[in-house]
């Protein structure tokens, strides 16, 4: 089945990708720079694990942070650190690609939230088992740790790929206020997630860092890895499709 561009309303000329065309291209834009990063956080944590023995300074920022803990902030951190828990994150991830099919009537664009949740926990999980971080302090946790290592924050990550995902399709939104209204959230929440996940006594600050960068890292990556889905301008990607060298190979 060959690949053909489509027309929006406007005369603009968009990629309209077979299910091959996309598979290849999350293959060869996605899922092999993802097995370089994963590679390449193993090798950070390793650092920060063995020759930096663990960053002993961070355990003391976050009992500092912990002394300063209040019961207002310890309900709102609840919210925002369980609104990336695993099967939230699933669950919000499937909700929001059903919502852009349902809003775009662009399969291949809905892909993208649940595309970079993918990529960011096929990334995550390895990475964080192989490289074994230790929590803070237990006595500081405020939540049940799961069976991952600290390193790297999962929450922290998986809400940079799904928000930071979706505040780049937000871009098609027609009406201005409704537009930056949902991207300043979506670009505002991970920050949240990541301010709870240290509250909570979850993760080091290197952890986060690290996480964040991953989440941001996926989200690119799926967004010039997936036709269309990039909002400023054409990726490679997108010229594959309309050149029509797909159906040549």
């Known amino acids: 089945m060959q690949s053909s561009p489509s027309h929006d309303p406007h005369g603009a000329t968009e990629p309209h990708p077979t299910i091959g065309d996309v598979a290849r ?3 060869r834009r996605a899922v092999l720079p993802g097995l370089i990063a994963a590679v390449v956080l193993f090798v950070i944590g390793l650092l920060i694990v063995q020759v930096l023995d663990g960053l002993p300074a961070e355990d003391e920022f976050s009992r500092q942070v912990a002394a300063g803990r209040t019961p207002l902030m310890d309900q709102v951190t609840h919210v925002w650190s369980t609104s990336t828990d ?3 994150a699933i669950g919000l991830g499937i909700t929001y690609s059903l919502l852009v099919w349902v809003l775009t009537k662009k399969w291949w664009i809905a892909l993208a939230p649940i595309s970079a949740l993918t990529l960011e926990s096929s990334i995550f999980v390895p990475v964080t088992n192989l490289t074994g971080r230790p929590r803070p302090p ?3 946790h405020m939540d049940a740790a799961p069976p991952t290592s600290s390193y790297p924050s999962g929450h922290t990550a998986a809400a940079f790929a799904l928000y930071w995902t979706l505040a780049l399709l937000a871009q098609r ?3 201005r206020g409704l537009r930056i209204g949902v991207q300043t959230v979506c670009l505002i929440w991970p920050f949240l997630v990541a301010y709870a996940r240290e509250y909570r006594a979850m993760h080091h600050v290197s952890d986060i860092v ?3 960068l991953l989440g941001i890292w996926c989200a690119w990556t799926i967004a010039h ?5 990039w909002p ?3 990726t490679k990607a997108d010229e594959q499709i309309l050149t029509g060298s797909t159906a040549s190979r």
Request: aromatic content about 8%.
């Open 25 to 27: 291209s999350l293959l």
């Open 86 to 88: 695993t099967f939230v």
């Open 138 to 140: 237990k006595e500081l």
């Open 173 to 175: 939104i027609p009406h």
């Open 210 to 212: 690290i996480g964040a």
């Open 225 to 229: 890895a997936i036709p269309g889905a």
């Open 232 to 234: 400023f301008g054409r």
